[in-house]
């Protein structure tokens, strides 16, 4: 799966816009949407919202989670844990991204949140970093890994799954030619 | 001693402030917590010259040309003044400092601070300073003995202590005041004050009274208190002579003692109840100035100290009292102070300091809550408990003093009546309030006007929330305008006028199709724009003299009058124009306001004649304006919603209270707009205030209706809610068509079936609690057609009784509405009153309403094949056919029987039954889905007997059979009743029970044209 495409997934996430024009409900085939009352609060997901934002048809009303004091306390709780902790969003990375290239001016404290997602984000590739490492170190079959996003998956999949396919090959060649060589590991 | 309580003027943002006069008493100064220093030449001083200082300051002292501040970074700063050049820091902290003093000479500086520390510092040479430490919480006041000798301090862990200056130790300390753990919590600000000149007596306020403490023996010597005084006292200040003593309480109560006789010798109140926390007399003494904990600043004038006849000698022995009393003031310390904290539970705790980091948004309870304390007399616990202090204390020290015999009373009659109420100001619905520096000068459900009051910038933007009415404007607002309008036409803008300039309004006409877009008209001189609004094509102006006056949009003057009483607030649409003002005066915290409701265009006139406006108890108007249908609407401080029942002879019915929806106690909702279709209030939520800030820009809410009906919990009390609220909200299509304009015909005709199906929902509910009372009253409120629902219902369920009076009903209604029917073309404009008043008469002449009936009536609809064709080839009476009912029929009903006719030869009993009784069981069971529905039909068909089933499939196939032949009227149809008759005698019987009345009904019916159900009842008789 490519990014583009989990963030193409990200864009049907609803997002509030307050539009600045007037339109009845208009009927798609992933279900109806509006009315469009300005100066109303309406819910669209988030490809409609950016197109309508690009025209300057409308403001777009930050997610509830996107605050700078509830992102830092979700960052503090994620470099607490050593496991993953439950995102507000499971597409909280994209939506930032998304939200914040186009819609800066209608987020207040847009760089601090920017900081803060993109904290959260490393501090969470590390762990999955981590995990991945003793995973490996510890030659384990299965793993599970909770509250895990489709981008992080995404980040890390072909990178994991071509090294453990080069290290089975590796191992593979090497165990006909020497039974001791996996003992010699341990010692 | 009278003297005259200047009105209060705005000084400072929101939050503590203090104030000085300077050693000439040419100037007052005053800093707050925007951080500036005031210079004030005097109250009325229109440009004061401001010295920052800091992000807030929260104390000040002057002497000498230096001013010497604590401001929010730490420090104790000096300035010179009166240019307000620094010139350096005094001292630093490692908090801020919270009360700085100078000593008599003005040679030193006595700073307490929040780490727990007072410092003496050398004006001349700061690095020589004296640390006095012992107080374990932070320092809420400091006073320096007029000698020099010893400094007084208090400090929030409860004690007020003496120290020896030059020894920096302590010399003795009492524990006074209750604990707190911060200057913002304490309850009151503890200013200690040590009489001038003599310098013989220390000043305390202990709760509501001002002890005072002999120097040297540090002994109490006196209390003095005050009957009125409910409140604790925040500051103290000496006159210049050290006669007198002026004390400010937290109720905003101003009291002024001779200190020798302890007699209250003035007593005046803020003028809106906020708390005192600033208080200075005016080195000649005739004055005093003080300022409150929302920033503003007042002046008490004409005091003059000569002209107290009560002051004597100065060689009062009271001033004497032996040493040895302590024990017995210990005694009475302990037992006040209980109390204190007893009420110090029931009364809020006060923020004298940086209450409000942001400017914009307004401490939202403080200003009832003070007020509320401050007029609720019962409240006032501690005055028998004071008086009984005094008396001891009279005991006590009686021997050796001779008091006047008047101590206790107090020296002016008391007036103990309901307190009349301050009127509320003049305002703009839609606005945040005047003083704020970014506010909302209007937001409506147009756009927004914002205005910007700053030191860079005073300047108006106009948005507007559909783009397509006009792009965003920016204006610099030369002019200094305050109030503004906004609608899809123009912005109308306001000032007041100032000494050389008239008040004057500005309309920017931007619809206006040549190009001068803007229009200016200069009011006469000494009036003041109070209030306006924007109607469609009109704009509308109240003034300071009671008048209104009105404009075309183009800015031609129209009609003026004068209003009875001075304005509140106005509102406009469309033609209609809402003004309210005050009728005279409340009491007990009531405002008294009238309402009038004027109607331009062709038909001039007033609809409501100046009566009443319904407030909720002890609450002041809000906002005032219009629903998005033109009815008008208003909403008071308790956010009770109120909506005009036109139908119910113009009285305001409550719709909404948005306080209920608030988590918070201190939450309110901000409206903006209210809209009938779709039923939505469309507010602001503001999380401890009652106003939202200008930034960041706040999302609007939308909240829902709910009449205040009994047990909404019930089935019955929602239904009942629903049906009322549905009726009451669609009362605007009635108004709206009788006042010529286009409606929407669509959704009146689904609100009309919307109430009808509510009104067969609460039938069948009544008949299934065995009310069929009930049942009939609701029956009353029905349509004709669905009347005829409602009797098969009943006598389906076997309720005969009840089924026989719904016919007479039926046949009433029936008549009625044929006897209405030729005055309906001469009512026209009344006849929205009556469609709604829900009296069941419900069918009148408009296309709109036959259509609405046809939903509810569906399988009546399909049986009735051609109505029009059979009516029209009798040739029946030319009235008649004029109706209108006639026209709107005709290609629905066809295609339908089309279809009927194919299926119901196929169709078995149970299908036709089902059919016809779909609506009944849906009625019963409203969320039931389609399985669940035929499941249940089966159930019900099952329990029909056999006779009851072939009438039932009887009743439904005998018009379908009988339809595709067109009869004439005048032929009998006996061979349709026939049938029936051959069926056996017991059905007969039910049969013609229920058909007689049902004969008459289906007759007149069909006279109408309207879609009739059988023919088989075209009895030879009628």
């Given at each position: 799966?490519?990014?583009?495409?989990?963030?193409?997934?990200?864009?049907?996430?609803?997002?509030?816009?307050?539009?600045?024009?007037?339109?009845?409900?208009?009927?798609?085939?992933?279900?109806?949407?509006?009315?469009?009352?300005?100066?109303?609060?309406?819910?669209?997901?988030?490809?409609?919202?950016?197109?309508?934002?690009?025209?300057?048809?409308?403001?777009?009303?930050?997610?509830?989670?996107?605050?700078?004091?509830?992102?830092?306390?979700?960052?503090?709780?994620?470099?607490?844990?050593?496991?993953?902790?439950?995102?507000?969003?499971?597409?909280?990375?994209?939506?930032?991204?998304?939200?914040?290239?186009?819609?800066?001016?209608?987020?207040?404290?847009?760089?601090?949140?920017?900081?803060?997602?993109?904290?959260?984000?490393?501090?969470?590739?590390?762990?999955?970093?981590?995990?991945?490492?003793?995973?490996?170190?510890?030659?384990?079959?299965?793993?599970?890994?909770?509250?895990?996003?489709?981008?992080?998956?995404?980040?890390?999949?072909?990178?994991?799954?071509?090294?453990?396919?080069?290290?089975?090959?590796?191992?593979s060649n090497l165990q006909p030619g020497s039974s001791g060589g996996k003992s010699q590991d341990h010692q | 001693m009278p003297c005259e309580r200047k009105p209060m003027r705005y000084g400072h943002s929101e939050g503590h402030t203090d104030v000085c006069f300077d050693d000439t008493g040419k100037y007052i100064v005053t800093c707050g917590s925007d951080g500036d220093v005031r210079i004030w030449e005097s109250l009325d001083d229109d440009d004061p010259k401001s010295i920052n200082v800091g992000e807030k300051a929260y104390s000040l002292a002057l002497k000498n040309g230096k001013l010497v501040t604590a401001a929010s970074n730490n420090t104790v700063q000096i300035h010179t003044f009166p240019e307000g050049d620094p010139d350096g820091i005094l001292t630093r902290f490692t908090t801020n400092a919270t009360h700085i003093t100078y000593n008599s000479s003005g040679s030193r500086v006595a700073a307490g601070s929040s780490d727990f520390m007072v410092k003496v510092v050398e004006m001349y040479d700061s690095s020589q300073q004296k640390t006095?430490?012992?107080?374990?919480?932070?320092?809420?006041?400091?006073?320096?003995d007029p000698k020099d000798e010893f400094l007084a301090s208090a400090s929030c862990d409860g004690s007020v202590a003496v120290w020896k200056i030059e020894e920096q130790t302590q010399v003795?300390?009492?524990?006074?005041?209750?604990?707190?753990?911060?200057?913002?919590?304490?309850k009151s600000l503890c200013r200690?004050?040590?009489?001038?000149?003599?310098?013989?007596?220390?000043?305390?306020?202990?709760?509501?009274?001002?002890?005072?403490?002999?120097?040297?023996?540090?002994?109490?010597?006196?209390?003095?208190?005050?009957?009125?005084?409910?409140?604790?006292?925040?500051?103290?200040?000496?006159?210049?002579?050290?006669?007198?003593?002026?004390?400010?309480?937290?109720?905003?109560?101003?009291?002024?003692?001779?200190?020798?006789?302890?007699?209250?010798?003035?007593?005046?109140?803020?003028?809106?109840?906020?708390?005192?926390?600033?208080?200075?007399?005016?080195?000649?003494?005739?004055?005093?100035?003080?300022?409150?904990?929302?920033?503003?600043?007042?002046?008490?004038?004409?005091?003059?100290?000569?002209?107290?006849?009560?002051?004597?000698?100065?060689?009062?022995?009271?001033?004497?009292?032996?040493?040895?009393?302590?024990?017995?003031?210990?005694?009475?310390?302990?037992?006040?102070?209980?109390?204190?904290?007893?009420?110090?539970?029931?009364?809020?705790?006060?923020?004298?300091?940086?209450?409000?980091?942001?400017?914009?948004?307004?401490?939202?309870?403080?200003?009832?809550?003070?007020?509320?304390?401050?007029?609720?007399?019962?409240?006032?616990?501690?005055?028998?408990?004071?008086?009984?202090?005094?008396?001891?204390?009279?005991?006590?020290?009686?021997?050796?003093?001779?008091?006047?015999?008047?101590?206790?009373?107090?020296?002016?009659?008391?007036?103990?009546?309901?307190?009349?109420?301050?009127?509320?100001?003049a305002f703009q619905p839609g606005s945040t309030p005047a003083h704020l520096m970014h506010r909302f000068m209007?937001?409506?459900?147009?756009?927004?006007?914002?205005?910007?009051?700053?030191?860079?910038?005073?300047?108006?933007?106009?948005?507007?929330?559909?783009?397509?009415?006009?792009?965003?404007?920016?204006?610099?607002?030369?002019?200094?305008?305050?109030?503004?309008?906004?609608?899809?036409?123009?912005?109308?803008?306001?000032?007041?006028?100032?000494?050389?300039?008239?008040?004057?309004?500005?309309?920017?006409?931007?619809?206006?199709?040549?190009?001068?877009?803007?229009?200016?008209?200069?009011?006469?001189?000494?009036?003041?724009?109070?209030?306006?609004?924007?109607?469609?094509?009109?704009?509308?102006?109240?003034?300071?003299?009671?008048?209104?006056?009105?404009?075309?949009?183009?800015?031609?003057?129209?009609?003026?009058?004068?209003?009875?009483?001075?304005?509140?607030?106005?509102?406009?649409?469309?033609?209609?124009l809402l003004v309210v003002y005050h009728r005279g005066t409340g009491f007990d915290g009531e405002q008294a306001l009238g309402v009038q409701l004027l109607q331009f265009g062709q038909k001039r006139r007033q609809v409501i004649h100046g009566e009443p406006l319904p407030l909720s108890r002890k609450s002041h108007l809000s906002w005032l304006g219009f629903t998005a249908e033109g009815t008008p609407c208003f909403i008071d401080s308790e956010g009770v919603v109120r909506l005009l029942n036109r139908s119910l002879g113009n009285m305001w019915t409550p719709v909404c209270n948005t306080r209920d929806n608030c988590k918070g106690k201190s939450d309110h909702y901000w409206v903006v707009g209210v809209h009938e279709n779709p039923q939505q209030l469309r507010c602001i939520p503001c999380k401890g205030s009652r106003y939202p800030p200008t930034l960041p820009r706040p999302a609007v809410a939308v909240l829902p209706f709910k009449l205040p009906l009994c047990q909404t919990t019930t089935e019955k009390g929602q239904m009942e809610e629903q049906y009322w609220r549905s009726v009451l909200l669609h009362n605007h299509y009635g108004f709206l068509s009788s006042s010529g304009y286009e409606i929407d015909e669509e959704g009146q005709s689904q609100a009309q079936k919307e109430q009808q199906e509510l009104l067969m929902k609460m039938f069948a509910l009544s008949c299934k609690l065995e009310r069929e009372f009930r049942s009939v009253e609701l029956a009353e409120l029905m349509t004709q057609n669905v009347v005829t629902l409602a009797i098969r219902y009943a006598s389906r369920s076997g309720r005969m009784a009840l089924a026989q009076r719904l016919s007479d009903l039926a046949l009433e209604k029936a008549n009625q509405l044929q006897g209405e029917e030729p005055q309906e073309e001469e009512e026209e404009p009344l006849q929205y009153t009556r469609r709604n008043t829900g009296s069941g008469l419900g069918r009148s002449g408009s296309a709109g309403g036959q259509n609405r009936v046809t939903n509810v009536l569906d399988s009546m609809m399909s049986s009735s094949k051609k109505p029009t064709a059979l009516l029209s080839s009798s040739g029946s009476t030319g009235k008649l056919n004029k109706?209108?009912?006639?026209?709107?029929?005709?290609?629905?009903?066809?295609?339908?029987?089309?279809?009927?006719?194919?299926?119901?030869?196929?169709?078995?009993?149970?299908?036709?039954?089902?059919?016809?009784?779909?609506?009944?069981?849906?009625?019963?069971?409203?969320?039931?889905?389609?399985?669940?529905?035929?499941?249940?039909?089966?159930?019900?068909?099952?329990?029909?007997?056999?006779?009851?089933?072939?009438?039932?499939v009887l009743d439904i196939l005998i018009p379908v059979r009988q339809a595709p032949t067109t009869i004439p009227r005048s032929k009998p149809l006996k061979s349709f009743v026939l049938p029936i008759h051959s069926l056996n005698s017991t059905h007969t019987q039910s049969m013609s029970q229920l058909s007689l009345p049902l004969h008459l009904h289906h007759v007149s019916n069909s006279f109408h044209g309207g879609p009739s159900l059988c023919g088989f009842l075209f009895d030879p008789c009628t």
């Open positions: 799966m490519d990014p583009s495409e989990v963030e193409f997934l990200a864009e049907k996430e609803v997002v509030k816009i307050i539009p600045n024009f007037s339109l009845d409900k208009i009927y798609l085939i992933g279900g109806d949407l509006g009315p469009f009352n300005p100066g109303l609060p309406v819910d669209v997901p988030v490809w409609l919202a950016l197109n309508l934002k690009q025209r300057q048809k409308c403001r777009i009303v930050p997610p509830e989670w996107m605050d700078v004091e509830k992102l830092e306390e979700i960052r503090e709780l994620e470099r607490k844990e050593d496991t993953f902790t439950p995102v507000p969003s499971p597409y909280y990375m994209e939506l930032t991204k998304l939200l914040l290239n186009h819609a800066s001016d209608n987020i207040p404290k847009a760089d601090e949140i920017r900081t803060l997602v993109k904290d959260i984000w490393d501090t969470r590739i590390a762990k999955l970093r981590l995990s991945a490492d003793s995973f490996i170190s510890q030659q384990e079959a299965h793993a599970k890994l909770d509250n895990l996003t489709l981008m992080e998956i995404n980040t890390t999949r072909s990178f994991l799954l071509d090294t453990l396919n080069c290290m089975y090959k590796l191992r | 006095l430490r012992g107080h374990t919480a932070p320092i809420l006041s400091v006073t320096f003795t300390s009492w524990p006074l005041l209750q604990k707190s753990n911060d200057v913002i919590n304490a200690l004050a040590w009489q001038p000149k003599a310098a013989k007596l220390l000043a305390v306020p202990v709760e509501t009274t001002v002890q005072l403490y002999q120097r040297d023996s540090w002994a109490q010597v006196g209390t003095l208190s005050d009957d009125l005084g409910t409140q604790a006292i925040n500051v103290v200040a000496w006159s210049p002579c050290g006669k007198f003593l002026a004390a400010g309480s937290i109720g905003g109560l101003l009291t002024v003692w001779d200190v020798e006789s302890k007699l209250c010798v003035e007593r005046q109140t803020h003028e809106k109840g906020y708390t005192v926390c600033g208080l200075a007399w005016h080195p000649s003494g005739g004055q005093i100035a003080y300022t409150d904990t929302e920033g503003c600043l007042g002046v008490l004038d004409g005091l003059s100290s000569s002209s107290s006849s009560s002051s004597t000698t100065t060689s009062s022995t009271m001033t004497k009292a032996p040493a040895s009393y302590d024990d017995l003031f210990d005694d009475d310390d302990d037992r006040p102070l209980d109390e204190g904290i007893s009420e110090g539970a029931r009364s809020p705790a006060k923020n004298p300091g940086d209450e409000d980091d942001d400017d914009d948004l307004i401490p939202a309870t403080g200003r009832a809550r003070n007020r509320s304390a401050f007029l609720d007399d019962e409240n006032s616990l501690d005055t028998g408990s004071l008086k009984q202090g005094l008396d001891k204390f009279v005991d006590d020290v009686g021997s050796a003093i001779v008091l006047p015999a008047a101590v206790a009373a107090p020296l002016r009659p008391v007036y103990d009546g309901p307190m009349p109420t301050p009127p509320q100001k209007m937001w409506n459900s147009v756009g927004i006007v914002r205005g910007y009051n700053d030191d860079q910038d005073n300047a108006i933007d106009v948005e507007f929330h559909d783009t397509a009415v006009h792009h965003a404007m920016h204006l610099t607002n030369s002019l200094g305008h305050t109030v503004a309008d906004l609608s899809q036409e123009a912005v109308l803008l306001a000032c007041p006028g100032t000494d050389e300039l008239a008040s004057k309004l500005q309309c920017l006409h931007f619809s206006s199709w040549d190009t001068n877009k803007e229009w200016m008209v200069d009011l006469p001189k000494g009036e003041d724009v109070q209030a306006l609004c924007l109607g469609q094509g009109w704009a509308a102006a109240a003034t300071s003299a009671l008048m209104l006056r009105l404009f075309s949009i183009g800015g031609m003057q129209r009609e003026l009058f004068s209003l009875p009483g001075p304005v509140v607030c106005i509102a406009g649409h469309g033609e209609q109706t209108p009912f006639l026209k709107p029929l005709a290609p629905r009903p066809k295609t339908k029987v089309q279809h009927n006719s194919v299926y119901v030869r196929h169709k078995s009993g149970f299908q036709l039954w089902l059919e016809d009784n779909r609506r009944i069981i849906l009625a019963d069971n409203p969320d039931l889905e389609e399985t669940d529905v035929i499941k249940e039909a089966i159930g019900r068909f099952r329990t029909l007997s056999a006779d009851d089933r072939s009438v039932a």
